[in-house]
């Protein structure tokens, strides 16, 4: 293509160094690069968007925030200087590639502290409503602690790979006065940990009636070091969220029904008739009760003193009150049916037979 004279000469004078045409080229390029990243951005945003909207799994929503959170003067910013690379610029030629990285470092931040919010975001929205403010301050916690590591792991590359800093003594120092602190709060931090554990394994929330060792109670509150449960007696119980996970916990409001079992115990001189029928005896007064699903009842062994028969039915609702109202009307309507069946309920006794003059002088009595 022929170009007139005057623009030739236009296009060749020299500006700072450089002809017009190298900054016109420079322009061009930033230009299109950054028309190519914006669109790059639109497009992953876009498609991002709809597949996360059809599936349910967080990595792709936890993406798009990710790539909503890229900023545009970052990506101008990156073609200009991409642009501007091909150019004499003196000194500020030496700049251009620690400001790049020190660019997409910060951006790179960016996108981390967006994934952390998004993950504290998503845990957060299936508390609301709860009332656990514990977990929720716990969370939140947690995500500024985690913007924290971040940065600081940001300021080290950077240090690094920027300003050619050796941090290898840095690093080195930073970890043995971790392990230091480590060591001289490790008790605080295994109850830490333990916290964590019981806000994301959720093995009780409060307000669960639970069970630890020989405790029984409900739960408070859950916090950092410690977790506080309310004792059936009355008292507050104020155990170490490490020793709390350490125990056998039983979690009473989990539970989907109770299973019951139960002896009665009758005496040797009962007829096997009479024993032959009180299993079915004891089945209909069962099944009579709601909600109820009777199991089983037989004659399971002859122990010291009497015939018993171990009996065993489920309570198909959690509720202790109504477990209990179940048991005391089983109990009496036993009690009218055996009296009506003229059945006696055992006693612990013990019969002694003696032999030899002890036994003699016994039977005769004191002589006068």
Not at 234 to 243: K, L, R, T
Request: with cysteine; hydrophobic share 50%.
């Amino acid at each position: 293509m022929h170009v007139p004279a005057p623009l030739t000469e236009i296009l060749d004078h020299v500006f700072l160094k450089n002809s017009v045409e190298s900054w016109l080229n420079a322009v061009l390029t930033a230009g299109i690069l950054f028309v190519v990243l914006l669109v790059v951005r639109r497009f992953a945003a876009s498609y991002l968007g709809k597949l996360s909207a059809r599936t349910t799994n967080q990595v792709d929503d936890m993406v798009f925030a990710m790539i909503t959170g890229t900023r545009i003067w970052v990506l101008a910013l990156i073609a200009l200087l991409t642009g501007m690379h091909a150019l004499d610029l003196g000194r500020f030629s030496d700049y251009q590639g620690p400001i790049t990285r020190l660019v997409i470092l910060w951006q790179a931040a960016v996108w981390g502290g967006a994934a952390v919010n998004f993950w504290v975001n998503h845990h957060l929205s299936h508390r609301e409503g709860s009332g656990d403010r514990a977990s929720v301050a716990m969370i939140s916690a947690i995500g500024v602690g985690a913007k924290v590591i971040l940065w600081a792991l940001l300021l080290l590359t950077t240090l690094k790979s920027v300003f050619n800093v050796e941090i290898t003594a840095l690093i080195t120092g930073l970890g043995v006065s971790g392990i230091a602190v480590a060591l001289a709060v490790q008790n605080i931090l295994g109850d830490l940990l333990a916290a964590l554990a019981i806000v994301f394994d959720k093995p009780f929330d409060v307000g669960d009636a639970i069970g630890v060792d020989q405790i029984s109670g409900t739960v408070e509150h859950i916090g950092l070091k410690t977790t506080r449960i309310r004792s059936t007696s009355g008292e507050q119980i104020i155990i170490g969220n490490g020793d709390l996970l350490k125990s056998r916990l039983r979690n009473y409001r989990r539970m989907h029904q109770r299973r019951v079992q139960f002896n009665l115990d009758v005496p040797f001189d009962t007829t096997p008739d009479v024993l032959a029928r009180l299993p079915g005896i004891v089945e209909q007064i069962i099944a009579a009760q709601t909600p109820v699903k009777f199991d089983r009842c037989h004659v399971s062994s002859f122990v010291e003193s009497a015939i018993r028969l171990e009996t065993v039915y489920f309570v198909l609702d959690p509720d202790y009150k109504m477990y209990m109202d179940v048991q005391q009307a089983i109990y009496l309507e036993l009690l009218r049916r055996f009296a009506s069946e003229q059945v006696k309920f055992a006693l612990p006794s013990r019969t002694v037979y003696h032999e030899g003059p002890l036994a003699k002088d016994l039977a005769v009595g004191p002589q006068p």
